[in-house]
């Protein structure tokens, strides 16, 4: 390949990082696979990727330099103009919206300059997208580039520890770490934690999840001794008989998706996709924060069943907690023998490796998360094929995302037809739903699927703010707003769909009455807009029309009349569903139109400016 590059040079520490990141790999081909970790290296190290850096890396890789900037370019976590070292995210999407985060702002606006500024050069900070601590609104996350490399989520953030955070982490550049995890507000205390009964829950807040020895005591890697007495076609043949579905949003049946990894040809490879991104969502987080191991003994499992002898856990970028709990449980697993060449002396290899995000909603997406470790953009490819079919490094693979995977567990110890005696005929098992928003105890509950909207709610201490509750917001943004007459559906996939909703991602999002709905549906489509890879017209165009054509009604300045305005707002939103590549741009004005069609939104607005 002839590479072009320019005559910048790196200094020392961008050097230095560089080598130490690829020095920890194993370096296996293709080498473009490391793109991502030597990008986050170097920018941990001196806060943003210069050309210079950009210019070694991309010779030690053997990427060319323009395609290596245009994937830096695209993440918004990492840098490629000057940046101060330290770096503050704070959310103000719809779960930090009505929280606080427009006041934390405002303050931040007011002690350290407006957003992207940084009048002393030393630090500064954004405005974020959903930063996966809903719960806790208002979140932010803090980083601070140095050696080492520095994160810490806030939550909830305030104006004061946020700031003297700040202060600590210049004065003392070491200050800052990653605390150990308080669990105690995302699984609630009251409801929840520590309750008999639970299944995936049942271990977090209960032991310490840097615990191997722990993990074990608690029924840990019963499991896996299972799985290998039982053998691999046993266990694919467990799942299936449990109707185990994707927990993810696409509820595609587990299973049938192994099954089909069975008869693939070799190398076959194993994803676990951990890069929770929609709006309202944390579930995923709670569980790899509080029980770490469960998530390695359910990819040794996955693995072992579908014939893969290697597999990466892509979690998103703003998880430096669950991260740093992860690598301790791979690193732990390897020194015990849960993990290698000869796991449990079985005979059975399973080799894991942990890659972060960067920060990209549109890295959820299998096909987009695939392109993302290979290191190139995070953009979806075209299926067919299926990733079962042509997945990684052109390979087939296994992409399941994190409740999936731990509900494995129970099914091998229980059995499949025990898992599936829980729930209905067509939703089994156990489900997580991750409470936010206008709801008095706020947090992940694990439920039986077929419990009713309303009864969730009743366990969450019911409508929060002003006690009178307006909407719900389903499935988060790429999800549907429902009505307080809704709220007796039963929490399914086929009770939602028969009301035009869905579960998605498991987000149960309350609106009080004091919520001008107007502003979260702009909120929501800004979010599209930011989020869209920009790789298919339908989406790139449409996700910015639908922005500018709500900020429209929401001034009562309609290109023509209302009509005309929602009849296009229709129009765009079918061209998204009908011509987009994947899911994002097909389920962008999703919750926009559930909205419009259940709400007099906009037709308020008019009446009040009469």
């Given at each position: ?60 890789l053997e990427v060319p330099p323009a395609e290596a900037f245009g994937v830096a370019d695209f993440y918004a976590l990492l840098q490629t103009r ?19 985060a427009e006041m934390l702002c405002a303050e931040l606006e007011r002690a350290l300059g407006p957003a992207g500024t940084s009048p002393d050069g ?489």
């Amino acid at each position: 390949m002839d590479l072009h590059f320019t005559t910048d040079e790196p200094t020392r520490d961008e050097r230095e990082a560089v080598d130490g990141c690829l020095a920890a790999q194993a370096l296996e081909p293709p080498r473009r696979q490391y793109l991502l970790p030597v990008l986050h290296a170097i920018q941990g190290r001196v806060g943003w990727i210069s050309p210079g850096a950009l210019n070694y890396a991309c010779r030690a890789l053997e990427v060319p330099p323009a395609e290596a900037f245009g994937v830096a370019d695209f993440y918004a976590l990492l840098q490629t103009r000057p940046h101060p070292p330290v770096t503050v995210h704070v959310c103000d999407d719809i779960g930090c919206q009505f929280s606080g985060a427009e006041m934390l702002c405002a303050e931040l606006e007011r002690a350290l300059g407006p957003a992207g500024t940084s009048p002393d050069g030393r630090v500064t900070w954004h405005r974020s997208p959903c930063l996966g601590h809903c719960e806790r609104a208002p979140a932010a996350l803090m980083t601070a580039a140095g050696r080492p490399p520095r994160e810490q989520s806030l939550a909830p953030a305030t104006p004061g520890n946020l700031l003297s955070t700040i202060e600590a982490v210049l004065a003392v550049p070491a200050v800052l770490a990653v605390p150990s995890p308080d669990l105690s507000a995302s699984v609630p205390q009251l409801s929840q934690m520590g309750q008999p009964g639970l299944t995936l829950l049942r271990r977090v807040g209960r032991i310490d999840p840097r615990s191997l020895d722990d993990y074990r005591a608690a029924g840990g890697f019963l499991a896996l001794r299972r799985a290998f007495e039982m053998g691999p076609d046993r266990v694919v043949r467990e799942v299936i008989d449990a109707k185990l579905v994707g927990r993810g949003g696409a509820a595609f049946p587990t299973g049938q998706k192994w099954l089909g990894m069975r008869s693939a040809p070799l190398p076959r490879y194993l994803v676990c996709n951990a890069d929770e991104s929609e709006p309202g969502t944390f579930k995923d987080r709670v569980l790899m924060e509080g029980d770490p191991f469960a998530l390695v003994e359910a990819m040794t499992i996955a693995g072992f069943a579908t014939g893969c002898e290697r597999g990466f856990l892509y979690i998103r970028g703003e998880y430096p907690l669950a991260t740093e709990l992860l690598e301790n449980a791979i690193r732990r697993c390897y020194e015990r023998g849960f993990l290698g060449a000869d796991v449990l002396s079985d005979g059975v290899r399973f080799d894991l490796e942990l890659r972060r995000g960067a920060g990209a909603y549109i890295c959820g997406e299998e096909t987009a998360l695939l392109n993302s470790l290979e290191g190139y953009r995070g953009e979806p490819r075209n299926k067919p094929p299926f990733p079962t079919q042509v997945g990684l490094f052109g390979q087939p693979t296994a992409i399941n995302n994190v409740e999936t995977l731990v509900n494995v567990l129970p099914i091998l110890i229980e059995g499949g037809k025990a898992f599936a005696s829980i729930g209905t005929e067509r939703s089994t098992g156990p489900k997580l739903f991750c409470l936010s928003g206008h709801v008095r105890r706020p947090g992940v509950y694990e439920v039986p699927f077929g419990v009713t909207l309303r009864q969730l709610l009743e366990m969450a201490g019911g409508v929060g703010g002003s006690g009178r509750l307006q909407a719900v917001l389903l499935g988060g943004a790429a999800g549907a707003f429902i009505t307080p007459d809704q709220i007796d559906v039963p929490l399914t996939f086929e009770g939602t769909r028969a009301i035009g909703a869905a579960l998605g991602s498991g987000v149960v999002m309350p609106f009080d009455d004091t919520v001008d709905l107007r502003q979260v549906l702009r909120r929501i489509a800004q979010f599209f807009r930011d989020e869209s890879c920009g790789q298919c017209v339908p989406c790139r165009v449409g996700t910015v029309r639908q922005e500018e054509l709500l900020h429209r009604l929401a001034a009562d300045r309609p290109a023509g009349s209302m009509e005309q305005e929602l009849m296009l707002l229709k129009e765009l939103g079918q061209v998204m569903r009908d011509a987009s590549i994947c899911g994002l741009g097909q389920t962008a004005s999703g919750a926009v139109e559930s909205a419009l069609a259940r709400f007099p939104v906009y037709q308020e607005k008019r009446q009040e400016n009469r």
